[in-house]
């Protein structure tokens, strides 16, 4: 019984002894085909090289692609910048031409309220109703005038202004200041800072 037994042990160490070797024999062979996977084939280098191949033209593209996106942008700018002052400028001479009519058109009327005025000046004491009359329609005519902005130039006592008044008469008078207007032949009228009609006036020194 005894023999029977160590021969089983005997034989048992045997077979594990066997499959140790079969074991590592078995190891090696895996690892020998892990560090061939690691190593890119002739394929996979040619797939590398490739895709390396098509990143660099894509990069490529980009910058062109870019570049042409910097031109448009810039031609773009330039483009709006140039509407931006055509439009000023078409504007600027659209209202200018509006001013002009404007004030060719104001101009046309004045010398109607000067009538007036020179009327009102000889009051017919008989005729009170038509003296009356004169008056209303030239102050409605004022009233006109000065929604649309025109104004009477202030002269009489003012410092004579050359931007502002004519003068058509000069005297010396030592009661007067120096260029001091003292009389008003024809009112002169203004719209904003554009002079519609210069006062005529005598000044005095």
Request: glycine content about 4%; proline content about 2%.
């Amino acid at each position: 019984m005894e023999e029977m037994n160590k021969d089983i042990a005997e034989e048992t160490v045997e077979n594990n002894g066997g499959e140790n070797e079969a074991s590592e024999v078995a190891a090696e062979e895996v690892a020998e085909e892990i560090s061939e996977d690691e190593k890119p084939s002739r394929q996979e280098k040619k797939k590398i090289k490739k895709l390396e191949a098509e990143l660099a033209d894509a990069a490529k593209k980009l910058a062109d692609a870019e570049e042409k996106l910097a031109e448009a942008n810039d031609k773009y700018t330039r483009l709006f910048a140039e509407y931006e002052n055509y439009r000023k400028r078409t504007l600027k001479e659209r209202e200018g031409i509006y001013t002009d009519a404007y004030v060719d058109a104001v101009s046309e009327i004045l010398p109607i309220l000067d009538n007036m005025e020179r009327a009102l000046q000889y009051k017919d004491t008989e005729n009170e109703n038509i003296t009356r009359g004169l008056e209303m329609i030239m102050k409605s005519f004022i009233d006109a005038l000065t929604k649309m902005g025109v104004s009477e130039i202030e002269a009489l006592g003012k410092p004579f202004d050359p931007n502002l008044h004519n003068a058509v008469m000069h005297i010396d008078d030592e009661a007067y200041g120096e260029g001091e207007i003292v009389e008003v032949f024809m009112k002169g009228y203004i719209r904003g800072d554009r002079v519609l009609r210069h006062s005529m006036v005598k000044v005095a020194n």
